[in-house]
């Protein structure tokens, strides 16, 4: 389901009944861990419920050596590369897939026993992950030109990724703005929010979706 079609408007006319549930969580304020193996950091943009048990995570990755992935039973993961010349994902039965620049990107199960394998030198990757009982996720690379309108149902989360330029995003409260590398939360509360984002750049936009009791961010 393109978002183009059902939530997103690239017609912006007049704003009306702007939702109000707009938190931006600026690039500096990620937190950032080591890997206990040395092969990178990881820098996590949030997870829900903040817990050890989370139910949904986003967070980037800067892989500097070969390494084998950590395994996430029950979960489904996405990649994206950022920025590098790539990694050969192995997985344990033999299969291979390639993330090659500039974003080339793969959904796989975290069951699965892999080794990441860098193709020249170090590279940088977004990741989102989801615990299949209880949320299901659609992401979309799309450019931003001028104006977008996103609409959020009671039932859905969505995270605005800037990978690039600038952009604001209007609610209630006023205009939040966003550098590159920043990341908005949106929700709607107890009724559909619409969102209006002006700017120029790039975004990735992660639409969450409850399948199972709802987890509040």
Known sequence: MSP???????????????????RVLPAQGYRRMRW??????????????????WCWRLSIAEVEADSAFSAFPG????????????????????????????HGAVQLSGDRALTG??????????????????????????????????????????AIHLLSGEMGIASDAGVDNLQAGDTAILEAGTSRGRYAMEGNGELLLIRI?????????
């Open 4 to 22: 183009e079609r059902v939530h997103v408007d690239a017609e912006l006319s007049v704003v009306s009944n702007i939702a109000t549930g707009v």
């Open 36 to 53: 206990k193996n040395d092969a990178g950091w990881t820098s996590e943009i949030l997870r829900v419920p903040d817990q050890e048990e």
């Open 75 to 102: 979960v489904e993961r996405w990649l994206m590369l950022l920025s590098g010349e790539g990694m050969q994902l192995c997985f344990e039965d033999g299969t291979t897939q390639t993330l090659r620049p500039p």
């Open 117 to 158: 394998r860098l193709v020249d030198g170090r590279s940088t990757d977004f990741n989102v992950m989801w615990r299949r009982d209880r949320h299901a996720a659609q992401i979309w690379r799309r450019p931003l030109e001028e104006s977008m309108v996103v609409f959020v149902e009671p039932d859905e989360t969505w």
């Open 209 to 217: 979706t409850c399948v199972g009791t709802p987890v509040s961010v």
